[in-house]
């Protein structure tokens, strides 16, 4: 049990209210306003002011702090974020016309100086339909960057503020009065609509500009310093327990300088402390540590590091990028993509499945890079047994049971602690330090810990002394193209890859087995294993920081998250070789701490951080960091 006084936990539970406070104020700034244009028109000079108003609030769309069910704040503040909640139009800057106070029915709805015939509602109405209704239009608007779904946007804006307007500029009413004549055409209004559409919608204005920014066709050309190297590649292929990494990692100790990226804090750090283990000084840099090899805190020649944190501007003799096919997730496959294309090293050493070669193979040729592929066989045997566990009564040593959620962990670790076992349990929100410790409890042929319960996490290179992999469930939690969760079994290759860790070369338990926890998964789990691996064909990318500070010369008044969608709608990709990558969880973050005055660059790297959106709490301290940050408190606590 924590030691915490009552004075403490009152400082937390102050900190915490004060930060869901914050972020439901955000979120009802975020969800329910909108700008207004307030038009004059001035007679004797013909001039048109328009001023942008403060937001105003729309009362039908009210906001409850507590939730309805239960009083609580945290249920209200989680729902106000969910998913659906948060989705928004391409681009948010749109303006509704001011509201007029005696819109009534009139016959003339539009007057200008004395002389000049009024303009009559009816004949508006009929001449807006057309103007919508006509194809050139369209095109024209096309032309212009306003595609079918922005036009229909402006369209019902600019006839609500022709109808709702009292005063029109003198050209534009002369205008209107030529084409209900009859002495004009309909398309004489398109520079009027144009104006219009360029007033809620910023980007226009500069759409050659913002497109040739958001221009990911050729991503090599991104990285100057890097093509300006003739690197090497040398592509480790090969299945789980087959040596691969063992002699790239070789390679990266042996070396001047080099850099090691992994997809995981806790590959990281079992490289780091392997790396000094055997002599040779290095640094550890993830998201939420640095740790130096020197003793006296000086930077060493080489690193170990997760792959988003990867230095691009320092020279290395050697780079190890592992299980490069992580280069496809559609969540971070962009900083695999970014390591690979960007690293200045003469050697890169890629470490994955060969079902990536043909991609890489791709890569390469637009980097002009040398490429060369080592194949790898397993080193031990592994077998797929028939027969399911079925009972917790049936457990050997050297048991790892793979779970893919949270619940199933902590049931399957009870009904094994029930039974007797010392259990090892590994997830992803465990600290690395915990991970490690589990981890060489595990493998320590004098502790009584014999069992494990792991996540998945397990498949990515952990080098663990497990005899037989038990798949207590084959579905997993996975997020679609859309950003969506969605439970579906594990594909081929994560299995093969989870599989893999059973059984270890040099080990207690050299030859590995394989099963399912249940018995219908049995027959289920040898499908998916003897299907064919599917080819990676497409690598993930991400607008970079520079390429969102150049959009946000352009468009100054737009939130991080509007800027993130304007490059996404503008940006031109190689469909054949790249993806974009979901971007939904780096613009929840970015609105979170909208309020909060940064530039757009640290606002856009504390947005990539590796935070669950659903999980309330941890939100509302990276609210809390980031007004740390600034210097609003001097401490959390």
């Keep these: 049990m924590l030691n915490i006084t009552k004075k403490k936990f009152l400082t937390i539970y102050s900190c915490y209210f004060d930060s869901y406070q914050r972020l439901f104020s955000c979120s009802k700034l975020l969800s329910g306003y909108s700008y207004k244009i307030k038009s004059t028109s001035n007679l004797a000079d013909n001039k048109r002011y328009e001023t942008l108003s403060t937001p105003v609030h729309h009362h039908h769309h009210p906001y409850k702090i507590r939730s309805n069910v239960n009083n609580n704040p945290t249920n209200s503040l989680h729902r106000q974020f969910r998913t659906n909640d948060i989705k928004r139009m391409i681009l948010k800057d749109e303006f509704d016309p001011l509201s007029l106070h005696n819109n009534n029915n009139n016959i003339s709805i539009v007057k200008e100086a004395k002389g000049v015939k009024n303009l009559e509602k009816n004949d508006l109405l009929r001449l807006i339909n057309d103007f919508y209704r006509r194809d050139d239009i369209k095109k024209l608007a096309n032309e212009q960057g306003l595609d079918l779904h922005l036009f229909k946007n402006v369209y019902v804006s600019f006839r609500k503020f022709l109808i709702q307007s009292t005063v029109l500029p003198v050209d534009f009413h002369t205008v209107l009065n030529d084409i209900i004549s009859g002495a004009g055409h309909v398309t004489d209004m398109f520079p009027y609509f144009l104006q219009h559409a360029q007033q809620m919608f910023p980007h226009l204005t500069c759409m050659e500009d913002l497109k040739k920014i958001s221009d990911l066709r050729n991503p090599a050309n991104w990285y100057p310093d890097a093509r300006a190297l003739k690197r090497r590649i040398i592509f480790h292929a090969g299945p789980t327990n087959s040596g691969k990494t063992y002699h790239a990692l070789q390679r990266f100790i042996h070396s001047e300088s080099g850099i090691y990226c992994g997809p995981l804090k806790l590959l990281a750090s079992e490289v780091f402390y392997k790396t000094n283990a055997a002599g040779t000084k290095c640094d550890l840099v993830t998201g939420e540590e640095r740790r130096f090899g020197d003793s006296e805190g000086k930077s ?338």
């Design 300 to 637: 060493a020649n080489h690193v170990a590091c997760t792959v988003e944190m990867s230095n691009l501007n320092t020279i290395y003799d050697v780079a190890v990028i592992d299980e490069i096919q992580m280069i496809r997730d559609p969540q971070r496959g962009w900083a695999w993509t970014r390591a690979l294309l960007g690293l200045q090293a003469k050697e890169i050493h890629l470490c994955g499945e060969i079902s990536t070669r043909e991609l890489i193979e791709e890569l390469m040729i637009t980097t002009d890079d040398e490429f060369e592929i080592r194949e790898y066989k397993r080193l031990t045997k592994l077998n797929y047994l028939d027969g399911a566990v079925e009972t917790f009564d049936n457990v050997k040593p050297g048991d790892c049971f793979v779970c893919f959620n949270k619940n199933d962990i902590f049931h399957v670790s009870r009904e094994l602690e029930r039974r007797g076992h010392e259990v090892a349990v590994i997830y992803g929100s465990l600290p690395p330090g915990t991970k490690l410790l589990q981890a060489q409890r595990f493998n320590d042929p004098n502790d009584l810990c014999k069992i494990m319960v792991a996540t998945d996490a397990i498949g990515m290179g952990l080098n663990l002394s497990i005899k037989r992999v038990i798949f207590y469930s084959l579905a997993k939690p996975q997020l679609n193209e859309q950003g969506e969760k969605e439970k579906n079994n594990v594909t081929t290759s994560q299995a093969l890859q989870i599989a893999g860790r059973a059984g270890r070369f040099a080990s207690a338990f050299p030859d590995g087995e394989v099963t399912t926890f249940r018995h219908d998964d049995s027959p289920v789990l040898k499908d998916i294993i003897h299907r064919q691996v599917e080819t990676i064909k497409r690598a993930g990318l991400h607008p970079t920081a520079e390429q969102i500070e150049m959009f946000a010369y352009y468009l100054p008044k737009h939130s991080l998250s509007s800027l993130m969608d304007t490059f996404i709608k503008l940006s031109q990709l190689d469909n054949n070789l790249y993806f974009m990558c979901n971007i939904e969880n780096m613009k929840f973050l970015a609105d979170i701490i909208e309020h909060v005055p940064l530039s757009i660059r640290v606002r856009y790297l504390f947005s990539c951080a590796p935070i669950n959106k659903n999980t309330t709490f941890v939100c509302a301290m990276f609210l809390k960091v980031r007004i740390c940050y600034m210097g609003k408190i001097d401490s959390i606590l």
